[in-house]
């Protein structure tokens, strides 16, 4: 932290296609560092991210910069009202009490058994994922949170990424059609005229939700 910030290797050069130099970055590692740099978004722009776009479907949100920034706030924030907050409360009750319950005696690793799925299970929820569908969420979780070290492993990520985005797609589709007491459909119905989010906007959402 001392000597923050610090350059250092964040992608080594010809794992991504068209990227075949190294990509560096600067860590910043200072609350007053980071402050300023999260509200300074001329020097700091989203848009200078070379990644963009080469690892699935955009981000909304943490790849963009006022005045977008700031629609797909105010849009989110609809979704995410108390009501709804605390209408999750009992089954995320239920959600850990089934994760214990499925522990039982003896010894356990409890990042594996209960702090990871415990909130891939909360957010398949409040997405509206089918239970069925846990598995195959858990898998593009890992796969989109792995960083890549290889060219194998960056094809297989954005082979990954774009399953994802596909099944998000349809998700949105068969909630236009019919919505349910899920964030897709709150996000589907977010905004007025002129204000609401597009297919692509509601795909960057769920994945960075993810």
């Known amino acids: ?94 959600i850990a009490h089934e994760l214990l319950d499925e522990i039982g005696e003896g010894q356990v690793d409890v990042v594996q058994s209960y702090t990871m799925p415990l909130p891939v299970k909360v957010i398949a929820r409040l997405l509206g994922i089918p239970g069925e569908d846990y598995q195959t969420f858990k898998h593009w979780s890992d796969t ?12 297989e990520q954005l082979k990954s990424n774009q399953e994802m985005a596909e099944y998000f797609g349809r998700m949105a589709v068969a909630r236009r059609a019919h919505g349910a007491q899920d964030l897709i459909t709150a996000l589907v119905e977010a905004g007025g005229e002129g204000e609401a989010l597009q297919d692509w906007e509601i795909l960057g959402f769920c994945m960075l939700l993810l």
Do not use: C
């Open 1 to 94: 932290r001392g000597r923050s910030p610090v350059n250092y290797l964040f992608l080594p050069g010809g794992i991504l296609p068209g990227i075949d130099e190294p990509l560096r970055a600067w860590a910043f590692m200072k609350f007053a560092d980071v402050y300023n740099a999260l509200r300074d978004y001329d020097t700091f722009s989203s848009a200078r991210n070379p990644l963009n776009g080469r690892i699935g479907p955009k981000f909304v949100l943490i790849t963009d910069d006022p005045p977008r920034h700031t629609r797909f706030r105010r849009l989110v924030n609809k979704a995410f009202t108390l009501k709804r907050i605390e209408a999750l409360t009992p089954w995320i009750t239920g």
């Open 144 to 155: 989109l949170l792995t960083q890549a070290a290889t060219a194998a492993q960056a094809a």
